[in-house]
């Protein structure tokens, strides 16, 4: 059995998950898995309007492709971590198991739809204005409150919070430095 952590990061759409696994992966020199990579058409509620209307059970979004691919990490790793990018902590049934360590990135929300903007903004396969409109749309009707009802869930469980508006590198010696006087 592999004495590898797995330590999950969680936040909103925005809120830096991907960069900071990344970084933090290179860092550590361990693997990484990013939860985008591994969904498809069926992963989130067909109505995510009335998914949040209805209690927002989150264990109602299924990754088994994400699941197997951790899985099959875990088992081979030699690793002292494994970084993953679940926006939902330990909070989906399937993957609370799977997880040591949540760490929240808990940015203000302005903050993290600039950067959603700015996404939008450099992607070369969309057209950005009706991109942004769309998605604008959709967070002023219900996206907002989503992200803000995951990530009251994710607290909940969280075994570390960043709150402050750090810089890239100043979030990475934050988490870093817990890691190392918080894990075995």
Not at 53 to 66: L, Q
């Amino acid at each position: 059995m592999s004495n590898t952590k797995v330590v999950a990061i969680s936040g909103v759409s925005g809120a830096g998950k991907t960069t900071i696994v990344k970084l933090l992966a290179n860092l550590f020199n361990c693997p990484f898995l990013l939860f985008d990579d591994h969904t498809d058409e069926d992963t989130y509620p067909e109505n995510m309007k009335t998914w949040l209307e209805e209690g927002a059970n989150v264990s109602i979004i299924e990754t088994p492709k994400f699941i197997n691919a951790l899985q099959i990490l875990l088992a081979k790793s030699r690793t002292r971590f494994i970084f993953i990018e679940e926006p939902f902590g330990r909070e989906r049934h399937a993957m609370s198991m799977l997880i040591d360590y949540v760490i929240l990135l808990d940015q203000p929300m302005e903050l993290c739809l600039s950067r959603i903007i700015k996404r939008h903004l450099e992607s070369p396969n969309t057209d950005a204005i009706k991109s942004i409109s769309s998605y604008l749309r959709k967070y002023q009707d219900y996206l907002r409150q989503v992200y803000l009802n995951v990530a009251n869930q994710v607290r909940n469980n969280a075994d570390l919070i960043v709150q402050a508006e750090l810089t890239v590198n100043n979030t990475i010696i934050y988490i870093s430095d817990w890691l190392e006087n918080n894990t075995s």
